[in-house]
């Protein structure tokens, strides 16, 4: 492979490029000397220069020091972000072990009230019933509670900390401009792609990872819809309270909010539902739930392991997207604009 | 009615309100008298006012009058400091509001004016009472005295009984009651008011009209009004600014407008308009007791038709005009047909 050694000869770079001596494997058809064709010309890729010329870095270099740059922020990363997090991991570890050391029976009677408090609806709340039985008669009655569990916290954190940055955005256009494409991106990233940096931050043990994994992944939505709802407030409605005088915050609080509200608990809607798809994912770094199993299933090919705890996924998809669907239905309605 | 010497409350000088990238490059073309055709197609800004100066009265209603896109809607605007002038001032009894920082000027729209809304603009999520409320709440007054008032006023507007429905369940008269009472619960001095009677169908709004002049027979606020309706415009007003392409074409006392018209298109404007209706025998009678009449007397503020209905549609007659029990002057029913199509008549 001779083809970009005339190249550096040409430039009188050659001296340059012998100072680290090159390690390069050769291959079989440079052994052989074989003639490269024109039409065999290869790219002029990181590769292929550094085996005309060593002092030009390989592909495997670049990863290589984005690693070590890595690693040699890391302990300054963690004094920063390890007591910012922590709170996280032991809002997850005390809800866990609060809701799963609570009896069943004690349990499941309290989500039942609390599902007809919020729907009114005694469909949905029979619904979730026979959905809870189902998990308790299978013995993933725990595993199920671990997902609910995580999925509360994230969720209510995702909505503390997304409807103020949401807000941001729709009052400043120059925020909106730059935490748009951060959104976009935390959209489109693979999920499995979220883990690595965090594996690298936090010890495995540690909730936080999955926990900022999940957050990461489900706080898009809340903070879109809450943008999105409070620019789509009714213009003239805003100058009516601009006409009487109103505060930035009065307006923000009497006006903007409220009406907005359908947009941004649509945004909850969607930030539950991501949630539990994370929550799947975040067992691969030792989230505890309905998850764990599926991956057992997958790890162990146990078929019928995989296909009930995905089942019991799913069961809980439909109950959450039902509840919180017929809350955001009764606010609508209450409204009637 | 009219009080003639009437305090001027807010004067606007000087305004010029131009719409674009950069509006105050423009203002030297506006002094040299640049038109609004003109200006948006030599450099893509939008002449919204034009050199506006007018005086609203203290007390009085003046109506602002002109066709969609006259630049009456943006007018009112700058008033309150909704929309921000280009160039010009904003006199509230002598001080130049556009000097007001942010929390003055949010003093100002709380305590002193009040607005009402073409399109209602009542909060959806609130109740009708609380829809009223919104001034004295805004204001942080306390809740008990201002529900006091608040309910008064809706009783005033015909309201009781609907203090806890929801604006969507009400009719749109009922809203714009609504949007009156919440106007009228801020006690402002000053009324703004754009279109609110527009969205309105006629019967509502000729029955909102009469109950807004009743309104106004005892609070004597001072209210810009604005309007596309000339029918509604001389019913309303005691001083009328009639706009056209953000500038002023004429303004004074309806009936003076209405029989003496500056202009070819206030002339068009003015032609629609039944004039027995809208004339008053003041305004075409001859002053003095000279002549001798032929029959009673009538009330000044009376319409032509009404006379004309007094009259018997006779043409001979004439009577003797009085105003509080005085005789103020004489009119023939001559004079009454001649006003109903000359321009030029005669005016007191």
């Known amino acids: 492979m001779l083809s970009y050694e005339k190249v550096f000869d040409s430039l009188g770079l050659r001296e340059w490029c012998n100072e680290s001596k090159a390690n390069t494997l050769t291959s079989l058809s440079e052994l052989r000397g074989d003639k490269i064709e024109w039409w065999q010309v290869p790219f002029p890729s990181l590769d292929n220069l550094h085996k005309a010329c060593s002092s030009i870095p390989q592909t495997r270099d670049l990863t290589a020091s984005l690693e070590a740059g890595f690693l040699a922020v890391r302990p300054s990363l963690r004094f920063i972000l390890d007591p910012l997090t922590q709170p996280l991991s032991w809002a997850l570890d005390y809800t866990l072990l609060f809701f799963t050391t609570m009896p069943w029976w004690a349990l499941v009677p309290l989500i039942l009230f609390g599902t007809q408090y919020v729907t009114k609806s005694f469909r949905i709340t029979f619904l979730v019933a026979l959905c809870f039985i189902f998990f308790l008669f299978t013995d993933h009655y725990t595993y199920a509670i671990q997902t609910l569990s995580i999925i509360f916290v994230c969720t209510i954190l995702c909505t503390l900390i997304g409807i103020p940055i949401g807000i941001l955005m729709s009052k400043k256009d120059s925020a909106q401009r730059i935490i748009t494409p951060v959104l976009d991106m935390l959209q489109t990233l693979p999920t499995f792609v979220y883990l690595i940096p965090l594996i690298f931050l936090f010890k495995i043990t540690e909730a936080k990872l999955y926990g900022l994994a999940i957050m990461f992944y489900s706080i898009v939505p809340v903070i879109r819809l809450t943008n999105l709802g409070i620019r789509l407030v009714d213009k003239n409605l805003i100058e009516a309270a601009d006409a009487y005088g109103m505060s930035p915050r009065q307006k923000l609080i009497n006006v903007e909010i409220p009406l907005a509200l359908p947009n941004i608990m649509a945004g909850v809607n969607q930030t539950i539902m991501m949630s539990l798809a994370m929550v799947v994912i975040a067992s691969l770094v030792s989230a505890p739930g309905l998850g764990t199993l599926v991956l057992d299933g997958i790890n162990n090919l146990r078929l019928g392991v995989g296909f009930v705890a995905g089942f019991g996924i799913v069961v809980l998809a439909v109950i959450l997207d039902r509840i919180s669907k017929t809350a955001l239905a009764r606010i609508d309605e209450s409204r009637e604009i | ?348």
Not at chain 2, 65 to 71: A, F, P, T, V
Not at chain 2, 256 to 278: C, T
Not at chain 2, 307 to 318: F, P, Q, V, W
């Open chain 2, 1 to 348: 009615m009219k009080p003639k010497s009437s305090k001027v409350k807010i004067a606007v000088r000087d305004l010029f309100k131009v719409f674009g990238e950069d509006p105050v490059s423009i203002l030297p073309l506006l002094y040299d008298g640049i038109d609004k055709a003109e200006l948006q197609k030599n450099s893509d800004h939008i002449l919204a006012l034009n050199n506006i100066n007018i005086d609203i009265f203290d007390g009085l209603i003046t109506v602002i009058m002109g066709l969609s896109g006259s630049g009456k809607s943006t007018l009112v605007r700058h008033i309150n400091r909704l929309i921000e002038p280009t160039s010009g001032k904003i006199l509230m009894d002598g001080n130049d509001i556009m000097n007001y920082d942010e929390s003055e000027l949010r003093q100002l729209r709380q305590n002193r004016m009040s607005m009402v809304f073409q399109k209602f603009a009542l909060m959806p999520h609130q109740t009708v009472l609380e829809n009223t409320l919104m001034a004295p709440i805004v204001r942080g007054e306390n809740i008990e005295s201002a529900t006091e008032n608040g309910l008064r006023w809706l009783k005033r507007v015909d309201l009781e009984g609907s203090e806890q429905a929801y604006p969507h369940q009400l009719s749109g008269g009922m809203q714009q009651r609504v949007g009156l009472a919440r106007a009228l619960t801020s006690n402002a001095e000053i009324m703004l008011m754009d279109e609110a009677f527009s969205a309105l169908d006629p019967l509502i709004r000729t029955s909102m009209q009469d109950l807004f002049l009743q309104l106004q027979q005892d609070l004597h606020k001072t209210i810009i009004f604005i309007t596309h309706d000339l029918d509604e415009a001389l019913k309303l007003a005691d001083h009328l600014v009639i706009l056209k392409d953000g500038f002023v074409v004429q303004q004074g006392e309806p009936q003076h407008i209405l029989l003496k018209p500056s202009d070819p298109y206030i002339e068009e404007f003015v032609s629609d308009i039944n004039r027995a209706r809208v004339l008053k025998i003041r305004s075409v009678m001859e002053e003095g007791s000279g002549r001798k009449v032929s029959h009673g007397s009538v009330n000044a503020d009376i319409s032509l038709e009404a006379l004309i209905a007094i009259a018997e549609g006779d043409t001979n007659r004439s009577y003797d005009v009085e105003d509080g029990g005085k005789s103020i002057g004489t009119i023939s029913m001559q004079e009454v047909f001649q006003a109903l199509v000359r321009y030029d008549i005669h005016l007191k």
